[in-house]
């Protein structure tokens, strides 16, 4: 938890002698509470002092980096429990498993397919971002080799899951300059596994059967001199899934509201060996309740793209919505004849736009108008839309060496404001249907 102001206040000289540009050291501890200043700014200030507001500033939670280059992903550094809050910040990564059993064409089909697994949703790419590779076989040099074989056929991120030192040994040297994700740890393999991690460099999973033993796992990797720690903690006797969802949320609430060093890392889970919904349903719920990385053993789009849209979902900033960049779209190839209209630079409400006019198959234009991300009716109603941000806009973007017929269509939701931007902008303003779903009958019938 932070300290607050007072809690600071009790670490400095009280002296008020001014040296900070603060008029007395109660103003100064408020400020460097709010971040409005720097603890340097206070010459005075002793060494153990220091040390306690270091410690306390540190990040409740660890951000853990795996995979290397375009393909390094992170997680942790969460500093809120409901996004309300303040926002989420680090997307749950989602991964997919291959078997070390899997080799020759087999094991091409399941990476193409796990390639495969990219999307674009309201203009931005999502898609799986890591590749769990399993050591089913039990063997550490089939495991290094199809480690290796994964490596050259996929760009994701890689995690390496078994049990067996000897068999993460051999694989993580292989891969080693792609900073695999090592899983994992319990307190039998603490050292021998930390040490693998050491030596490569690379995060490690660890796992127990309890809370408290994990956070005694964590203590002795550390002491071995692994820092980037990820948990996975554990689900009931009988692998309940709602024993899981409590263990995360215990983890979230005990590292973010008590501090509590132990259990201050990202964490990590498994859906694996279920049918595809159970899996959609299980890691949904896991997404929701703070695992950062979620592991399944599905490569059906249909499973994978409802779980990367709840992630988009809820490590969407509630405080920006998601925008699109102002300035005029070409749908097709327009020319000077084709339609213009307007709509606001909120993604949702583009790309319905967008669909719509593409279905119409009329070449058209739209100008995007920066309404902060705001839908239309709502930039109407805080006044982000209205003549003179649409005047703007059509001058800033260049509207009238598009076309020559000098006509601009509007969203039907603000009819109201067609007299007041033909005065504005001396083009004719025709009125477009309320629901962007009438647009292709609008362009198709009305404008041609
Ligand atoms: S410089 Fe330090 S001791 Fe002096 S007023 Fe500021 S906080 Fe207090």
Redo the contacts with the bound molecule.
């Keep these: 938890m932070a300290l607050t102001g007072l809690d600071i206040f009790k670490l400095?000289?009280?002296?008020?002698?001014?040296?900070?540009g603060?008029p007395?050291?109660l103003a100064?501890a408020m400020a460097l509470a709010q971040k409005r200043a720097k603890l340097e700014?206070?010459?005075?200030?002793s060494e153990e002092a220091k040390e306690k507001l270091a410690a306390a500033a540190a990040p409740p939670m660890l951000k853990v980096q795996f995979g290397s280059g375009d393909n390094q992903v992170t997680i942790g550094q969460e500093t809120v429990c409901f996004r309300h809050e303040e926002k989420f910040h680090s997307p749950t990564v989602i991964g997919v498993t291959v078997s070390d059993k899997l080799n020759g064409a087999d094991l091409k089909n399941r990476l193409d397919s796990i390639n495969a697994l990219q999307f674009e949703r309201i203009g931005v790419k999502i898609g799986v971002q890591a590749v769990a590779v399993v050591n089913d076989s039990g063997s550490a040099e089939t495991f290094a080799q199809t480690t290796e074989a994964v490596k050259k056929e996929c760009d994701y991120a890689l995690i390496l899951v078994t049990k067996s030192p000897d068999a993460l040994a051999a694989a993580a040297k292989k891969v080693k300059d792609s900073v695999p994700l090592l899983a994992q740890a319990t307190p039998e393999t603490a050292q021998e596994m930390a040490k693998i991690a050491k030596e490569n460099n690379c995060p490690l999973v660890a796992t127990a059967d309890s809370l408290e033993a994990l956070a005694d796992l964590t203590e002795k990797i550390k002491a071995e001199g692994v820092e980037d720690i990820v948990l996975c903690p554990p689900a009931g006797t009988k692998g309940e899934m709602k024993d899981l969802l409590k263990n995360l949320s215990d983890i979230r609430i005990l590292a973010l509201k008590k501090v509590f060093r132990p259990l201050g890392y990202p964490t990590i889970s498994f859906v694996t060996g279920v049918d595809d919904d159970t899996q959609m349903a299980s890691a949904a719920s896991l997404i929701c309740k703070y695992s950062g990385i979620v592991v399944v053993d599905t490569v059906e789009p249909y499973a994978i793209l409802p779980l990367l849209t709840v992630v988009m979902n809820i490590y969407t900033d509630p405080q920006k919505p998601v925008q699109v960049e102002p300035k005029v779209y070409s749908i097709g190839e327009p020319d000077e004849n084709s339609p213009l209209m307007f709509t606001t630079n909120f993604s949702l409400t583009y790309y319905t736009v967008e669909s719509d006019v593409e279905a119409s198959r009329v070449p058209s234009y739209i100008l995007v108008v920066d309404t902060e991300g705001t839908s239309v009716l709502t930039a109407y109603s805080g006044d982000k839309l209205n003549e003179k941000t649409v005047a703007e806009a059509m001058a800033k973007y260049g509207v009238e060496n598009l076309v020559k017929h000098r006509k601009l269509i509007i969203p039907g939701y603000v009819a109201v404001m067609s007299g007041k931007l033909e005065e504005a902008t001396n083009w004719e303003v025709l009125v477009g249907p309320r629901e962007c779903s009438m647009l292709p009958k609008y362009l198709q019938e009305v404008w041609n």
């Design positions: 400095l000289p009280k002296t008020n002698c001014k040296k900070c603060k007395t050291c100064f700014e206070c010459p005075d200030v």
